[in-house]
């Protein structure tokens, strides 16, 4: 009977500590709350727009010595979202890049024996891109104006591009060489963001490409009669300084 009796107590000892640890698992259950930052329903419309343009005289880089030229590049990106539930978004953007490069004059010096001269060249290129995106938005605390928000993108994209060039040594044996390309391109990305809002129907946005994958198919044809394909793949894990936009949207 004493036997009996300890085992009793031993059992009642093991479900009552059963007992206070799934009391202790509810007290201590987390229930996060979202504030309704972007409310079901609304539109989210808006444009990106980037352009830079340097000039260079005599400007010397690195292994790059005398060099005459200029560049220029543009790129615009309209999007047009959906709010289908709170804080969560789907819908297209659309982009157009332009960059034009003209390198009158240059050196390239890898050491006192080895010299490259280039002079003439000649690049266009421009590019579109239609691309699915995904947004969820995040508010800072219980602030209705600052928010954050994460992008995930989906994107297919083409262009055309155009390099001339002198080659052949100097004087009368020089002669022009043009090539022309195509390219396809598939690119997924993951973009972080910040939203700043003005009122309570337009923003500012920032966002800037961390994790992103993509795949770029060219063809090019030189003078006309050489062709040539090109295939490239590349994955980036870090932030990426240079793919930082801002821009505008109106939420209706």
Known sequence: MIKISRIMTLVALIAGSAGLGISAQEVFKRDLQQVSFIPKGQWITGVSVGYSQSNQDNYNFFVFEKLNGDTYSFKLTPMALYTF??????????????????????????????????????????????????????????????GLFNELQLSLGGGQAKFSNF?????????????????????????????????????????????????????????????AHRNSKHANFKINLFSVQFGMAFYL
Do not use: W
């Not at 003439?120 to 699915?132: D, K, M, P």
């Not at 052949?168 to 060489?177: A, F, I």
């Open 85 to 146: 539930k709170d804080n969560m978004a789907a819908g297209l953007k659309f982009g157009y890049e332009r960059s034009k490069s003209t390198l009158n004059a240059g050196q390239l010096i890898l050491d006192a024996e080895t010299t490259f001269d280039a002079d003439h060249v000649f690049s266009i290129r421009s590019n579109y891109y239609a691309t699915g995106a995904f947004r969820n938005y995040i508010s800072l605390g219980d602030s209705h104006r600052f």
């Open 167 to 227: 080659t052949g040594g100097s004087g009368d044996n020089r002669h022009l060489e043009g090539t022309y390309e195509r390219n396809f391109s598939l690119d997924i990305g993951l973009t972080p963001g910040f939203v700043m809002f003005l009122n309570n129907y337009s923003a500012i946005e920032v966002s800037i490409g961390v994790l992103g994958f993509g795949y770029t198919h060219t063809r090019a044809v030189t003078n006309q009669v050489q062709v």
